[in-house]
């Protein structure tokens, strides 16, 4: 049996409820989606994929 993933709501997510991403962190991948429609698509990155996204981002 699979073990769900735990999501957690982006910090930079606005109180109104749009433009909302949640990410759940699992030892070999990370995933992103969109809060809005949780069972829509979602990326599997590698943590090191997402370190190199989150440190482009954070550069602006």
Not at 46 to 52: H, K, T
């Amino acid at each position: 049996m699979t073990n769900p993933v735990t999501w957690f709501k982006s910090s930079y997510s606005g109180s109104s409820g749009d433009d909302c991403v949640e990410v759940a962190a699992c030892p070999a991948t990370i995933h992103v989606r969109d809060s809005k429609n949780t069972q829509g698509p979602q990326l599997a990155l590698s943590p090191a994929s997402w370190a190199q996204f989150v440190g482009f981002a954070a550069r602006g």
